[in-house]
């Protein structure tokens, strides 16, 4: 008789390389640091600001930038990047942007012409470089298409664009990248926008939302802090259009320079405006620039097809505008003359879907603002104030990947009905251009009473897979990202579904569409219609793909999700409820698990044998706790099996025979024990032929 002897070690994973360049780090975890009382003085000459938090872990790859102003070389600034490369990544390698020039290297050598590979000498790799500092009309910026400076030093002070880096590595497990930003000396950063010199920083919090409104020293800026704060404040409660983030940075520059734009918004939320910009004009430049951070799509070239380009600059004209009016900033003249500019023949002769027929390079601005007022209006005319524009808004941002055209005119029917499908259409279309309304038109359509929704984390179990989930208070917590509030730790890849409540407090009925936003971007919504004094409940689902720290939000109410890998978790020890059972019978292998570190753990627990993972049990641990958790396991043939639990294992005996008279030889593992077996069965033959 031959016995199998099944071993159950098995090798981990090795995973694909893979880029981690700027959309990487937009989907990782940005954290600002404390938030100064609401629109207090948060700092004076020296700002050194974090866009995400940094500890001890080994499933994120921190990456640190700091930038030093260079005032004796003021068409330049200098940045130093250090990686602190975790045990699970075993290749690495950097691409740095055209136009730096590399200083020195530690734990990097050079594989391309601004390529850099990490070279496993040191766990937090260096690399310091200069880049250029004056831009004119870079990619990647959204603000005018006039010439003039975007980005630029005078050498007494600064505003730059911080240089992006593209990270590729290999890994063994996933892997996540949390990225922070910091100037050294006198400035500021919001971690895409970095400002050189003497500056004073404001702050207001709203709903969670932080504007940080920094104002150097070498700027006068025309309208008090407190105003600014307060109108950004009004803009973000009145524009429900989804894309939310933590936090907003605007540094108002000095006026003394040849500027491009009045504004400008760069990477996910930071932006500048001239100091001298006034707030009582027909479209605000401080508005405009903030519903360019409300623009999912406005992050990237990618995201917009070329067809509906122009809505990335008509929305930010229109809403500025709109919100100019609505907070009494403006009147009706104003913005009728706003939007009356389309009508000009130099903006209306163009076709929006086609660049190529503008005369004029600003027709987007013109035109399109004009046409995406009449299609709100119309819209808002064919649900009697049920819809508007800003539900087509919120649901393009929350779609993944490229905004087409064919998205946009589905949604406007599915909405409005077909009939403002055509008339989109003929305005986007053709050279077809509306005639601005008149004031009683206007009140007809935007004077509507409309419902009126409140939405919230339920009070039920967050479930992650299909498990009841802890979730804790993170003063309990210690180490996290997160304000006060509750704190979950979720394992990387797991689904994890949160009970939101809609109510309308309203006085008319409407449809909701109730949102769960994580680091800004709609991961899940729902809608549907509710009568006033009624509500409902939902579950909207995330699942992380990488570990980091995320702020996931329903309505003003915010949570931090800390997600994990296997990393996070030690296997201490694992016991067997008996080391001998029958053919057939179970066994209970119990693990004990730890967490590794000082932050919140989570992982997927696999029990293993030589048939690969047989149970998998998911966990969730506080900084210092530990736990049990067991699977039941059956084996139907004798023999001697191994069970593994991260690095430990534990060996079954199942039933009688010659394995199981090797188990109590000593110092036997399963090799020796194969050897051991042969050499006994071998003997029997021998002796049967003698």
């Known amino acids: 008789m031959f016995v199998v002897l099944l071993v159950g070690s098995l090798p981990a994973g090795v995973g694909a390389l893979e880029p981690a360049g700027a959309a990487d780090s937009a989907s990782t975890a940005d954290f600002g640091s404390g938030s100064a009382p609401s629109g207090s003085l948060a700092s004076v000459g020296t700002s050194t600001e974090s866009v995400a938090a940094t500890s001890s872990s080994d499933d994120v790859l921190h990456r640190t930038t700091v930038l030093r102003h260079l005032p004796a070389e003021p068409d330049r600034f200098e940045a130093a990047l250090t990686l602190r490369v975790p045990d699970p990544v075993t290749e690495l390698e950097i691409t740095l942007q055209p136009g730096a020039t590399v200083e020195s290297t530690t734990g990097f050598e050079r594989t391309g012409e601004q390529t850099y590979e990490w070279t496993e000498s040191t766990d937090e790799p260096t690399i310091r470089y200069t880049m250029p500092a004056d831009r004119t009309g870079d990619e990647g910026t959204v603000g005018s298409s006039s010439d003039g400076y975007t980005f630029v030093d005078t050498g007494d002070w600064g505003v730059v664009q911080v240089p992006d880096v593209s990270i590729r590595y290999s890994r063994t497990d996933p ?44 700027a006068t800026l025309r309208e008090s802090p407190e105003a600014v704060l307060s109108a950004l404040a009004a803009a973000s409660g009145r524009l429900d259009v989804g894309m939310r983030s933590d936090e907003v940075f605007v540094v108002a520059v000095p006026n003394d320079v040849d500027w491009g734009p009045p504004g400008l918004k760069y990477g996910r939320s930071d932006a500048w405006v001239v100091a001298d910009e006034r707030l009582e004009k027909s479209n605000p430049v401080w508005f405009h620039e903030y519903v360019h951070v409300r623009q999912r799509f406005s992050n990237s070239n990618d995201d917009t097809a070329a067809e509906v380009e122009w809505l990335v600059e008509a929305q930010a004209d229109y809403y500025a505008g709109l919100l100019a009016l609505e907070t009494g900033r403006t009147d009706f003249g104003d913005f009728s003359d706003l939007l009356e500019r389309g009508e000009r023949s130099r903006y209306a002769d163009g076709v929006l879907i086609d660049r190529s027929t503008w005369d004029d390079p600003d027709t987007d601005y013109a035109k399109g603002a004009l046409v995406y007022g009449e299609i709100d209006r119309r819209l808002r005319l064919a649900t009697d104030g049920d819809r508007t524009l800003e539900d087509v808004f919120r649901t393009l941002n929350a779609r993944e990947g490229e905004i087409t055209e064919a998205d946009f005119l589905r949604l406007l ?201 047989v149970a998998e049990r998911s966990v969730a641990l506080r900084p210092g706790e530990s736990t049990t958790v067991e699977a039941s396991l059956q084996f139907d043939e004798s023999g001697r099996y191994e069970i593994g639990v991260g690095e430990r294992t534990v060996t079954v005996r199942v039933g009688g025979g010659p394995a199981a008279a090797l188990e109590e030889v000593p110092g036997f593992g399963v090799p020796a024990a194969l050897v051991a077996l042969v050499m006994v069965v071998a003997g029997s033959l021998l002796a049967r032929r003698r």
Do not use: C
């Open 413 to 613: 029917e599915e909405y409005g009905g077909t009939d403002v499908r055509a008339a989109a259409e003929r305005y986007t279309r053709t050279e077809a251009t509306p005639e601005m309304w008149s004031r009683s038109q206007h009140g007809a359509a935007f004077d509507q009473p409309v419902a009126v929704f409140e939405y919230g984390l339920g009070t039920e179990s967050i479930d992650v897979g299909d498990r009841e989930w802890p979730r804790w208070n993170s003063s309990t917590i210690g180490a996290t990202g997160g304000e006060n509030g509750d704190v979950i730790a979720v394992p990387v890849g797991e689904s994890v579904s949160i009970p939101v409540t809609v109510d309308n407090v309203g006085d008319r009925d409407g449809t909701y569409d109730a949102t769960l936003q994580v680091d800004g971007r709609v991961a899940d919504h729902e809608q549907g219609t509710l009568a006033p004094g009624e509500g409902t409940n939902h579950r909207l689902s995330w699942t992380p793909s990488k570990p980091g720290e995320y702020t996931v939000r329903v309505g003003s109410e915010r949570l931090t999700a800390v997600v994990r890998s296997a990393p996070s978790v030690t296997v201490s020890d694992l016991r067997l409820s008996s080391e001998t059972i029958d053919p057939g019978e179970s066994v209970t292998a119990t693990a004990t698990v730890e967490s590794a570190d000082d932050r919140p753990a989570a992982a997927v627990i696999a029990f293993r044998t030589a048939e690969g993972v």
């Open 175 to 218: 892997v996540g990248i949390e990225k922070s930003v910091r100037v050294d000396g006198p400035g500021a950063t919001g971690g895409d926008i970095a400002f050189f010199g003497a500056v004073q920083e404001h702050r207001r919090t709203v709903d969670g939302e932080t504007f940080r409104l920094v104002v150097p020293e070498a």
